[in-house]
């Protein structure tokens, strides 16, 4: 039963944090794309028909409305970007799909604390009794170990001709489960991010 409720926050904040939500410190999208792709000929973009699909460790699957909301965002940005969005793949000249992945991981961080000190007289007076202190170990190593989940969002868009990816979009971030209350401006915002160098100049 935990872990069922571990996986479901996850995937919760995959379409809250990870994907078109809003963090304290958003992550950074890594763009790619083919160099020698002419852009400027893309007017009619359409979804692509296998959009949508989720991979990895975690393997429950995102609902209809949740895949709703990310297509509704990434298509109106691309509206705002002067495209055209069409139903008809056939019409299109570019296809968008997006894809996501998990990976567990594990985090393991080092500290230094500092550790308790004794007087130097008496006992201990004759090893350093220029000193009012002993330090035996000054201080103290703490190692901390956390189990995550890395998502990463991934768009690509593919010419219908070539078949193949011309332009790639890549965001990772750490994953946090909490309550999926993802808003409409928070998801758009992050829409734009993730198509902030859609098309390249």
């Known amino acids: 039963m935990k872990s069922w409720k571990r996986i479901s926050a996850t995937f919760l904040t995959l379409t809250a944090a990870l994907l078109l939500g809003a963090c304290t410190t958003p992550p950074k999208p890594v763009f790619d794309y083919k160099q020698d792709y002419d852009f400027t000929k893309v007017r009619n973009i359409a979804l692509y028909k296998g959009s949508g699909q989720v991979s990895g460790d975690n393997p429950l699957q995102l609902s209809d409305f949740q895949k709703e909301r990310i297509d509704d965002a990434l298509m109106d940005t691309l509206r705002m970007k002067g495209f055209n969005v069409v139903d008809d793949a056939s019409q299109a000249d570019m296809l968008l799909t997006w894809h996501l992945g998990t990976q567990d991981k594990t985090d393991v961080r080092t500290y230094e604390t500092p550790a308790s000190m004794s007087a ?51 965001t990772q971030s750490k994953l946090k489960g909490k309550k999926d209350e993802d808003e409409p401006g928070e998801i758009n915002e992050a829409a734009q991010r993730v198509l902030a160098e859609f098309p390249p100049l």
């Open 120 to 170: 130097g007289y008496g006992r201990y007076g004759g090893y350093n009794r220029y000193s009012m202190y002993n330090c035996w170990n000054c201080t103290n190593t703490e190692v901390r170990v956390s189990n995550y989940t890395e998502g990463t969002f991934i768009i690509d868009m593919i010419d219908p001709e070539l078949r193949k990816s011309v332009w790639r979009s890549v």
